[in-house]
C-alpha cells in the first residue's frame, strides 16, 4: 500500500475518494517496494460494470482475499467459480422458498414490536440518552440472528450488556481494513507474534465460530426431537435449511460450510443495515426538511387515530414508503456500508477506461467514490437530496448498479437487497412515527476506518415519545 494511504489510515475512504476524483476515476496507488501489493482503485461506472459483469471471470475475489477476510471463512463472500455458483444457488433457493417468504416478515415484526418497541419506551420513560448506532446493531443483529439460526438472542435492553457476537464482528472489522493496508508480509507477521489487530482478530474468528457452533449443536438436538409447535414447523431458518437439505451428492454440508455461511449471513445483514440506519438518522437531524416529508408521508398512508402509537402489522405496508425508501438510498449512496470491494484479475487486461491491468495488481472498486463523483451524480453530488430517486411521476427512480453501487452488481449482486429494506423500513418508521429524536452530538461524527462504514464515536441521542 502506498506511503500516503498508510499515513492515512484515519481518513482511508476520504483520501481514496479525492485521488480518484482529480485523476478522473481511475488510479495505480503503488505499493512499497518490497511488498507486492500495486493497487487499482477505480470508482468509473464503466470499469466497475466490465469487471462485475461483462468480463466477470476474469475478477475473482482470489485467494488473497479468502486470506484477508479468512474470518468469513467457507462463506459465499469468500467462494469463486464453481464453489461459489453452488452455494449462491443454494442460497438462492432458501431465499426464494415460500416458507421463507411467511418467516422473515413474522421476524422483522416481533422483532420490532417486541424487541425495539419496548426498549424505546423504557428509552422515553427515564429520558436517557443512548448510543443509536449501538442500539441498532442490537436490534438488527436479532433480527439477522433470527433468521439465519431461528434463535433471536434479545440483545437489545437498556443496560446495554456486553454482546458477544457484535464486539468480536467489530474487532474483526478493523483488523481485516488494516490487512487490507498493510503489505501481507507484514499482517501476516503480526498473526504469527499474535499481537495488536491479529491477536484481537484470533480472539474474535474464535469467538464467532464458538457462538455458531453452539447454535449448530441445538439445532441438531430439535430436528432430531422433531416439532413440537406450530412455531417450529413454520421456521425456516438458513441454518435449519443448510441441516435439512442435503448437496448435490445426497451428503450432508461440511460442518465449516455451514458454520461459516451462517456467521456470513449475520455479519451481511446486521452490520451493514445498522450501519445505514445510524448514518441515516443523523443526516436527518442535519436535514429536519427531509424527516418533516417523512412524516408527512407517514401520516398520509396509516391511518392511526391521533395521539396513538403506530404499530408494525406486515412487511407489505412499507413498501407503499416511496420518500422513506428514496432517503434510504441517499443515505447509502453517500455512506455505502461496504465502501470497497477487492478483485484480483486472473489474465491481464484493458479496463473500458484504457488502463492496463496486470495480474500481479489487485483491484479495488470503491463505492464510497462512486457515490460521490459529480461526473456520476452531478454538481450537486455532495448534497443530501433524496428528491434525487424520484421521477416526474412520483416513483423511484432505477439507478443502474454500476452507478449506485452499494449492493455490489452482476451476478454477486447483493442477494439480501429486499431483505435490507424492509429490515431498515420496519425501524426507521415505528421510530419517527412514534418518537422525536434529538441527536446529542459530544464528538465529531466520523467513520471509523473498518471494512464497514460505521461511526467511530456512535451517535448518541435522545428519544421522546410524539404524543406524551
Ligand atoms: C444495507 C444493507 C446491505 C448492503 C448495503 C449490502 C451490500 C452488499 C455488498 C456490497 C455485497 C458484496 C460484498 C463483496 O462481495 O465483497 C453484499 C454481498 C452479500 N450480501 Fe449484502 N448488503 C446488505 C444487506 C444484506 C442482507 C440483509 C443480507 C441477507 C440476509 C445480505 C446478504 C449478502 C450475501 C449473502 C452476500 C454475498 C453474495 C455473494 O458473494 O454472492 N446482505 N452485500
Given at each position: 500500500m502506498s506511503p500516503t494511504l498508510l499515513l492515512n489510515f484515519h481518513r482511508f475512504y476520504e483520501l481514496a475518494d479525492e485521488i480518484l476524483e482529480i485523476s478522473g476515476g481511475t488510479y495505480l496507488f503503488k505499493g512499497l517496494w518490497f511488498s507486492n501489493m500495486d493497487m487499482w482503485f477505480t470508482s468509473d461506472p464503466e470499469n466497475v460494470h466490465y469487471i462485475t459483469t461483462t468480463n466477470y471471470w476474469n475478477y475473482p475475489k482470489g485467494p488473497e482475499s479468502m486470506q484477508v477476510f479468512d474470518t468469513l471463512g467457507n462463506s459465499l463472500f469468500n467462494l469463486d467459480f464453481e464453489e461459489w455458483t453452488y452455494y449462491r444457488g443454494l442460497l438462492h433457493g432458501f431465499f426464494s422458498h415460500q416458507k421463507f417468504h411467511q418467516f422473515v416478515p413474522k421476524v422483522l415484526v416481533d422483532n420490532v414490536n417486541k424487541g425495539l418497541v419496548p426498549f424505546l419506551e423504557d428509552v422515553a420513560k427515564q429520558a436517557l440518552v443512548v448510543d443509536l448506532q449501538d442500539m441498532f446493531k442490537r436490534h438488527i443483529y436479532d433480527a439477522a440472528c433470527a433468521i439465519a439460526t431461528g434463535y433471536n438472542p434479545k440483545t437489545l435492553s437498556i443496560g446495554f450488556e456486553e454482546n458477544a457476537f457484535v464486539r468480536a464482528m467489530d474487532d474483526a472489522c478493523v483488523a481485516m481494513l488494516t490487512r487490507h493496508i498493510l503489505p501481507g508480509r507484514c499482517w501476516k507477521l503480526l498473526r504469527w507474534l499474535q499481537i495488536g489487530s491479529e491477536k484481537r482478530l484470533s480472539v474474535a474468528k474464535g469467538t464467532l465460530r464458538q457462538i455458531v457452533t453452539n447454535y449448530m449443536a441445538t439445532k441438531r438436538e430439535e430436528l432430531s426431537a422433531g416439532a413440537k409447535t406450530k412455531e417450529d414447523e413454520e421456521t425456516f431458518d438458513v441454518l435449519r435449511s443448510f441441516l435439512t437439505i442435503n448437496d448435490v451428492n445426497d451428503k450432508e454440508h461440511p460442518d465449516e460450510i455451514v458454520r461459516d455461511s451462517t456467521i456470513g449471513i449475520i455479519f451481511a445483514a446486521y452490520d451493514t443495515s445498522s450501519a445505514t440506519l445510524s448514518w441515516f438518522f443523523w443526516l436527518l437531524s442535519k436535514n429536519p426538511h427531509v424527516e418533516t416529508k417523512i412524516r408527512e408521508e407517514l401520516d398520509s398512508n396509516f391511518s392511526v387515530k391521533e395521539g396513538q402509537n403506530w404499530q408494525l402489522n406486515s412487511r407489505k405496508e412499507l413498501s407503499k414508503l416511496v420518500y422513506l425508501h428514496a432517503t434510504l438510498c441517499e443515505t447509502l449512496r453517500l455512506y455505502p456500508p461496504v465502501p470497497l470491494q477487492s478483485r484480483t484479475p486472473v489474465r491481464p487486461d484493458i479496463f473500458p477506461s484504457g488502463h492496463h491491468v496486470d495480474p500481479k495488481a489487485i483491484v479495488v472498486l470503491s463505492g464510497y467514490a462512486i457515490g460521490r463523483m459529480a461526473r456520476v451524480?452531478?454538481?450537486?453530488?455532495h448534497e443530501f437530496k433524496p428528491e434525487r430517486w424520484i421521477n416526474e411521476k412520483g416513483d423511484l427512480k432505477y439507478e443502474r448498479s454500476a452507478k449506485f453501487f452499494t449492493f455490489n452488481a452482476g451476478p454477486r449482486i447483493c442477494p439480501g437487497k429486499e431483505m435490507a429494506f424492509s429490515i431498515m423500513k420496519a425501524a426507521a418508521t415505528t421510530i419517527l412515527y412514534n418518537y422525536h429524536v434529538q441527536v446529542v452530538e459530544t464528538r465529531p461524527v466520523t467513520p471509523k476506518a473498518s471494512i464497514i462504514l460505521q461511526m467511530k464515536h456512535g451517535l448518541r441521542a435522545r428519544i421522546c415519545s410524539r404524543w406524551t
Open positions: 451524480w452531478g454538481q450537486d453530488c
